[in-house]
């Protein structure tokens, strides 16, 4: 059949047709040789370094954010699908990671804040390192993969998600500690925090424990003789608040070079309910000190640019510690044979929308970073080289900003719940079917669906080097993939409040459903029922709809204009139809 295109059609197609028929081939037998593995004891299943990070927007270098320098992530990225459309399912992490961490949404893991444990609360659903664990996998945890706490049951989900008790660093301890130095020589709880690790408690930071912790797990897993392939999640707690990092980060943005969010005010009609307080922020000694009122007061603009200059030297310290894994992993031979994915748990708001945590349904905060390495597919040309090699952050300072090496990408509309069904596809394990409408309970399905055919898509793409006319357009509107992503968050009360970034479930009054599709934001603000976990469609507080090919930064809501109305309407009937409807046909 490609024979006969390629006599008919022109020159370019038939080439474009041939080498993707040649390259799907190469990954076909890649992937049949993973998923006969089980029957071949002599090759070794490919391992997973599952790496993700608390509060990290897309404000990296490979992401094309000038400011931040991020050469290992970078490098990573190079190697890797990189998706530029990643959305998450709430954003704000325990709901988010139980999210992922299972593939089903909220409304599934009924977890909208920090209270329940999925498996005894909503439904016994399989977790993404259990069903690697049940295939013979050395499955692991280091620092914050699950979110902490009731959520994963006080035990990160051991011992049906791990092989053995998760790791956690123990300076973790002092994130609400008075630790961070002050221009009087004390120390407060602090928002900013550039420190001299040497003087903080136990002279060490939670990420550069974890980090450590990793490298040491690499080696042990080296000197293993067992061949037992693993999983090891390695959870990163930078950039999340307090932006606590060593100090000499701070040098690499300097603040006369910092600017303002290109759109620091609340959009043009924009509901209240649709606002986040950040009292995160507020509760912290430095800021509290701008005696900024509650809820819309404004953050003085030299603190504005602060912050954004504290969460860039945050980014730039975690890329530091995933380089000193990543360089492990190399080290210790394991970089030809796993997958990695890293991933944030949802974005961050840096003064857009005068807006400064997360908490929304903006797509500064449902947007992520999301890479996944597969060895011989997302890198085909690099097979030989070393692939990981340690870039120092702070000697290579802004040399670094000019040396991004551009990988496969992705512009598909994707979701943080395809992560769990892509990584069980391309290591090989049993595919999770789609779950049914009585999704609660089936213990094992998925709520998404899996990249693998995206990424060798993006890959065959990218490499081949002399057709880069299908480079950034893979996922334009014809293609075969979802046509819109979903996101949703709670409120108590129609006008900001205190509890209003969080509520308890019991205090839910409002979900804000969100859905991104590829022009246009739309969000519902509706009723809902703690109790039966429903949402009434016909209560509506408030729409926003938001035209994406005009306004990118969400600035102007038009949910309300006449002449939208048959646009809303449109949007509202897919936005309640949901992911189903959204699928691949
Ligand atoms: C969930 O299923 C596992 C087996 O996969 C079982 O060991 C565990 O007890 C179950 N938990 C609950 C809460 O039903
Ligand atoms: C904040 O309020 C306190 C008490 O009202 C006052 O002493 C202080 O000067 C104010 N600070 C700023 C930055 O306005
Ligand atoms: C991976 O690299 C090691 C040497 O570092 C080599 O022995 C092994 O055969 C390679 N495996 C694959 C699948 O290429
Ligand atoms: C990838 O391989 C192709 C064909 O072998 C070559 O032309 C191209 O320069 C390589 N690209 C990189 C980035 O190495």
């Known amino acids: 059949m490609s024979i006969a295109f390629c006599l008919g059609g022109d020159m370019m197609n038939c080439n474009v047709f041939v080498v993707l028929f040649i390259w799907l081939s190469v990954i076909q037998s890649t992937l ?80 909208y804040d920090f209270g329940s444990y999925w498996r005894t609360h909503a439904g016994n659903f399989t977790s993404l390192p259990q069903h690697f664990k049940e295939n013979g996998y050395f499955t ?37 500690a008075k630790v961070c130095p002050d221009a009087d020589g004390k120390r407060y709880m602090n928002l900013l925090c550039p420190v001299d690790v040497s003087t903080q408690p136990e002279g060490s ?56 969010a290109p759109n620091p005010f609340k959009p043009i009609g924009l509901p209240d309910v649709a606002f986040s307080p950040y009292h995160r922020l507020r509760i912290r000694h430095d800021f509290e000190l701008l005696n900024v009122s509650f809820p819309y007061g404004h953050v003085p603009d030299t603190f504005q640019k602060r912050i954004r200059q504290h969460y860039y ?160 357009d893979m996922s334009g509107d014809n293609e075969d993939w979802k046509d819109a992503v979903f996101s949703q968050y709670p409120r ?8 209003s970034d969080l509520p308890d479930l019991k205090d839910i009054k409002i979900m804000g459903y969100t859905m991104r599709t590829r022009h246009h934001r739309y969000t519902e603000w509706v009723a809902f029922n703690p109790a039966t976990f429903q949402a009434d469609f016909n209560s509506v507080y408030a729409r926003e709809l938001y035209l994406r090919d005009s306004d990118p930064l969400e600035v102007y809501n038009v949910g309300n204009l006449p002449m939208y109305e048959d646009l809303v309407m449109k949007m509202r009937k897919k936005l309640i139809a949901g992911w189903r409807e959204a699928l691949p046909k």
Not at 366 to 372: A, K, N, S
């Open 140 to 176: 692991y945890s280091i620092g914050k993969v699950f979110h902490p706490g009731i959520c994963s049951n006080h035990n990160d989900d051991y011992p049906l998600s791990w092989s053995k008790p998760a790791y956690h660093p123990s300076t973790q301890a002092y994130m609400m």
């Open 32 to 111: 049949s040789v993973v998923s006969s593995l089980k029957t071949e004891a002599s090759i070794k299943r490919p391992n997973v370094l599952f790496l993700v990070i608390d509060d990290l927007r897309p404000a990296l270098g490979c992401y094309d954010y000038p400011k931040v320098i991020s050469p290992n992530i970078d490098q990573l990225a190079s190697r890797s699908v990189l998706f530029e459309n990643a959305h998450v399912q709430q954003t704000v992490c325990g709901p988010s990671r139980t999210s992922f961490l299972t593939s089903r949404r909220p409304d599934t893991t009924r977890l």
């Open 492 to 499: 108590p009360s129609v006008h900001p409040q205190w509890s």
């Open 313 to 472: 030297s945050s980014v730039s310290y975690t890329d530091s510690r995933v380089g000193i894994v990543l360089n492990q992993l190399e080290d210790s031979g394991f970089a030809n044979n796993t997958i990695i994915v890293l991933l944030g748990d949802h974005g961050w708001s840096l003064g857009e929308h005068a807006e400064w945590c997360k908490n929304e349904n903006f797509e500064v905060v449902t947007r992520i970073p999301l890479m996944v390495h597969m060895p011989g597919m997302t890198d085909i040309n690099l097979t030989n080289e070393k692939k990981f090699p340690f870039q120092d952050v702070l000697k290579s300072g802004s040399s670094q900003r000019h040396k991004i090496e551009r990988g496969p990408r992705s512009t598909a509309l994707v979701e943080a719940v395809d992560v769990f069904p892509t990584l069980a596809e391309l290591a090989g394990l049993k595919v999770l079917p789609t779950c049914p409408l009585d999704t609660l309970k089936v213990d094992f399905c998925t709520e998404g669906a899996s990249l693998s055919k995206l990424m060798m898509k993006s890959a065959q793409e990218t490499y081949n080097k002399e057709e880069q006319f299908l480079y950034n």
């Open 205 to 260: 930071l939670p990420d550069i424990q974890s980090s450590e912790h990793a490298v040491d797990m690499l080696k042990e897993f080296q000197a293993d003789s067992s061949e037992q392939p693993f999983f090891l999640a390695v959870g990163f707690h930078k950039p999340h608040l307090p932006f606590k990092f060593p100090k000499d980060f701070l040098k690499l943005y300097p603040l006369e070079e910092i600017d303002l």
